[in-house]
């Protein structure tokens, strides 16, 4: 298959079914990740690039044999090593043995949330969390870098070519409240059920994109400036490791949420909010910026282009 | 009492799943464009909807009834508008539809 659209949309409907198979494996949190980031925004970003590069594969060189065979040796080792993985819901697992049972007796008096996978994420493994954050943020500053900061590529507010799509526009209307209202929910719902600020995040930027895919990219710009989402990336990962600066200076650990408050549970509670809230914005922040400048680039390539 | 809305969720269900097949085979086997996306768009709107409305006669608390009509509400108001988008963009890319009868004589076989 050499249609790269394809492929793409090949890749969505893959996330999600995989979001699917997580949900019925109980794994709702990663199920709402994978629908949100693999199925959701990935796509979008996807086409972003189609619509710079180019929509088809470029003819290789070599011929089918010797992906295949890289794909079957691959594919070969990997039910291999299945052979060495403990059964399915196996209480004996590795992954059942080491940390797991703490978190699952403990976390209910030590942090005080119903949703287990949020204390692990946010506090007991809260450094990893903070990792993942600064990994977006530099991807989000790696785009910046690699696509321009500047925000003189356009000329002229050309009107988007959405324009006479007016079912779209009434639909995008009535439908991005509710998106950001859901947003919102996942976000600071995200200590009693599943979500939390990754997804919450993805979310939060997913109506921003549809606003700028069916009203322009100007108009867009002019509800969250670019200047301000740069702001916004910095501020969220500043959020998160301020507050573990905060527990530090309270007299715990870097990230030791227990110092927060005047008792612990509570401390925590304040803890993984603020830490969740950074998270949501740092995501958002980036989500809306890289899509920003793919879709700014291509914007300016095809004014170039009728020129 | 309960069989009758057994009998009746049931029928929603078999509807829903039926038109879920025909819309299947319609978009494998349609001839051009715009009837597949026909046959798709059935599947999203009526199939959906028959669903829901079958699992809404089988669910037994109010929440779950009220989560199960959001999702049908949200279900009519973006898969019709995402065919229309589907449809517009084609026509806009340049996609004529064939009248019946014209179309290439390979697809009547």
């Not at chain 1, 403990?106 to 969390?129: C, K």
């Not at chain 1, 059920?193 to 895919?213: C, E, K």
Request: charged share 10%; glycine share 10%.
């Amino acid at each position: 298959m050499r249609d790269l659209f394809a492929i793409v949309m090949l890749f969505g409907i893959y996330s999600l079914l995989s979001a699917g198979f997580f949900v019925s494996m109980d794994a709702v949190d990663v199920a709402l990740t994978e629908a949100a980031v693999g199925a959701g925004i990935t796509t979008v970003l996807m086409l972003g690039t189609l619509a710079l590069t180019a929509r088809t594969e470029k003819r290789k060189g070599h011929g089918p044999l010797l992906p295949l065979l890289v794909v079957i040796v691959t594919g070969a080792a990997l039910i291999y090593a299945t052979l060495d993985m403990p059964y399915f819901a196996d209480p004996d697992a590795p992954a059942h043995q080491h940390v797991a049972p703490r978190y699952i007796q403990e976390s209910g008096t030590e942090i005080g949330i119903p949703n287990i996978v949020t204390s692990v994420l946010a506090s007991y493994r809260g450094f990893d969390t903070l990792g993942e954050v600064v990994v977006i943020f530099a991807a989000g500053l790696g785009v910046l870098i690699l696509l321009g900061v500047a925000g003189d590529r356009r000329h002229d507010a050309s009107p988007s070519t959405m324009q006479h799509h007016l079912v779209l526009r009434v639909i995008t209307k009535s439908l991005i409240p509710l998106i950001l209202l859901y947003a919102l929910y996942i976000q600071f719902h995200g200590d009693y059920g599943p979500g939390g600020g990754f997804q919450a995040g993805v979310i939060f930027a997913a109506a921003f994109i549809l606003y700028s895919i069916i009203y322009g990219l100007n108009s867009a710009e002019r509800i969250i400036s670019p200047a301000v989402l740069r702001f916004l990336m910095a501020a969220g990962v500043l959020i998160f490791s301020g507050t573990g600066v905060a527990a530090l200076l309270l007299g715990g650990n870097y990230l030791d949420y227990d110092f927060l408050a005047h008792d612990p549970v509570h401390g925590q509670h304040v803890g993984i909010l603020l830490v969740e809230f950074g998270v949501g914005v740092t995501v958002t922040a980036v989500m809306i910026s890289v899509f920003f400048n793919f879709s700014g680039r291509s914007n300016a390539r095809q004014e170039t282009g009728k020129q | 009492m309960e069989t009758v809305v057994n009998i009746l969720s049931w029928a929603f269900l078999l509807a829903g799943a039926f038109l879920g097949i025909s819309g299947a085979v319609g978009l494998f086997r349609f001839p051009e464009f715009f009837t597949r996306l026909h046959a798709a768009s059935v599947t999203d709107s009526l199939c959906a909807a028959l669903i829901v409305l079958g699992l809404i006669l089988q669910s037994a608390s109010l929440m779950l009834i009220i989560k199960l009509v959001l999702i049908l509400l949200i279900l009519t108001y973006t898969s019709p508008t995402a065919a229309h988008a589907l449809a517009k963009a084609a026509l806009h890319g340049g996609l004529k539809p064939v009248p019946d009868g014209e179309g290439e004589p390979s697809s009547k076989s």
